[in-house]
């Protein structure tokens, strides 16, 4: 099993739509969760930081359920310029390792 | 954030040879790490860069293959020995760590070996 997976994409919706990302982690020791941006060609880049609460930022919600080992984001009224790949992030242990999913491709269509 | 950059941004080199990517920070940061990333690819992590000290390598990676130096808290290379068409790949250097584990990326170096 892999220690960050996502759900494959890539995932096709329309402009305006929402769309989830679903990922589960298998390291229950995990403290601290990320959502990552890549757009094609260029570094990743930090989209939010999740925390145990669940946190929003604009259009972005990003959920944590522990219990479960499982991480979310969701995206509401999704521009073209939300198209890229979003990459879920888990730190490995106390020596600050993140591990990488293999994120998921998102198309927004007009 | 810490703004990170990198150099060169791209190269084409020969099979046999090796080459040297800078990456430097901004500011000073506890952690930098490198990374490799294949098209159409996660990251993989390379190895933990430590000042004062050696690097870490993850599974799969050997210093005499990926040799790395950490001088000080703003600046690290990376270099790629003895290259080989397997190599080409984005090498991706970030800095973070801390409390928030939050890591800030260079614009990656594009590699190709012919």
């Known amino acids: 099993r892999k220690e960050v997976e996502q759900d494959p994409g890539p995932f096709n919706v329309p402009e305006g739509a929402t769309v989830a990302f679903n990922c589960t982690y298998s390291?229950?020791?995990?403290?601290?969760f990320f959502w990552y941006r890549q757009d094609c060609r260029k570094e990743p880049k930090l989209l939010m930081s999740v925390y145990s609460s669940g946190n929003e930022d604009g259009r972005f919600t990003a959920q944590l359920n522990r219990a479960s080992q499982y991480i979310s984001l969701l995206i509401r009224d999704s521009k073209l310029s939300d198209s890229a790949t979003y990459l879920c992030v888990v730190n490995r242990d106390s020596n600050y390792q993140l591990i990488w999913g293999a994120g998921t491709k998102l198309i927004i269509k007009p | 954030s810490a703004v990170i950059s990198q150099k060169p941004s791209r190269d084409i080199c020969q099979r046999g040879t090796s080459l040297t990517i800078q990456c430097q920070v901004d500011?000073?940061?506890?952690?930098m790490f490198w990374y490799r990333q294949q098209p159409g690819q996660s990251l993989t992590l390379i190895a933990t860069?430590?000042?004062?000290?050696?690097?870490?390598?993850e599974s799969g990676f050997v210093i005499d293959k990926f040799p790395i130096s950490r001088p000080n808290l703003t600046f690290s290379t990376l270099t790629v020995s003895n290259l080989s068409p397997e190599d080409s790949s984005i090498y991706l250097c970030?800095?973070?760590?801390?409390?928030?584990?939050?890591?800030?990326f260079g614009p990656g170096t594009r590699l190709t070996v012919l």
């Open positions: 860069a430590n000042q004062g000290s050696e690097a870490t390598y």
């Open positions: 970030s800095a973070g760590g801390g409390v928030t584990d939050t890591q800030y």
């Open positions: 390291n229950s020791a995990s403290q601290s």
């Open positions: 500011s000073q940061v506890t952690m």
